[in-house]
């Protein structure tokens, strides 16, 4: 079945750095990745969505400037969360359909666990 | 909906027994929705999904049910075992993304 490949799994950084989050999909292309973010307890918030050669689309409230995103391939995204803060620490997860979404569930990835000290 | 900031209703079931997940969805015109499975520490796991022009889907060990009128879906889960703890949500395409809803955390007790 289709897979999606999240590296890394753990990262720990120091306030102010920034760090980059790798989304593969291993076995199909993905015109369109999605990333979320989980808190404790909480359920996926959905951050923004990454297109294949073209500008992500972000959710209300999610700030572009902080959380980069590059669809570089058919088959990679990359999160880049910059000048990282505590509050940023969190469960960021991306997905990719290997269809259209309305005709077919997501295939998440594992998750990568963010802690900013 | 979306449901930021809640936090995970839970749900304890003694093994061996059934157990009923819940979802209230609030888009009247939402025509397929997908269960999902989360373990701790990993992403979303893939369990049934169901389109709306169908009251009831069976898979192995789960069955989910739609009901339309009041805008409510379940998930059941036969014979729990403890392989089955995890949070399990409910989430609905709109708008071309997928939408998760609260999820509730099942805990089986041996």
């Known amino acids: 079945g289709a897979v999606v490949s999240q590296h890394p799994s753990r990262v720990i950084c120091k306030s102010g750095t920034s760090v980059k989050i790798e989304c593969r999909s291993l076995?199909?292309?993905?015109?369109?990745m999605f990333w979320y973010r989980q808190f404790p307890k909480q359920s996926l918030m959905l951050m923004a969505t990454?297109?294949?050669?073209?500008?992500?689309?972000?959710e209300q409230g999610v700030e572009k400037d902080k959380f980069l995103i590059n669809h570089a391939s058919l088959t990679l995204s990359t999160l880049t969360v910059t000048s990282a803060h505590p509050e940023d620490s969190s469960f960021y997860i991306c997905s990719a359909p290997p269809r259209d979404t309305t005709n077919s569930p997501l295939h998440f990835g594992n998750g990568t666990r963010l802690t900013v000290t | 909906g979306e449901s930021v900031g809640l936090h995970l209703p839970t749900l304890s079931v003694q093994e061996g027994d059934n157990s009923i997940i819940n979802c209230a969805y609030s888009n009247s015109a939402s025509d397929y929705f997908i269960w999902y499975k989360q373990e701790s520490g990993k992403g979303p796991q893939f369990i049934i999904d169901i389109r709306s022009n169908m009251d009831k889907r069976q898979g192995q060990r789960v069955t989910v049910l739609l009901n339309k009128t009041v805008k409510h879906l379940s998930l059941q889960i036969a014979a729990t075992q403890p392989g089955d703890s995890a949070v399990y949500f409910c989430a609905e395409p709109f708008g071309g993304k997928l939408i998760f809803g609260q999820g509730t955390e099942l805990s089986v007790k041996p």
């Open positions: 076995d199909f292309q993905a015109t369109t």
């Open positions: 990454s297109n294949e050669g073209s500008k992500a689309t972000y």
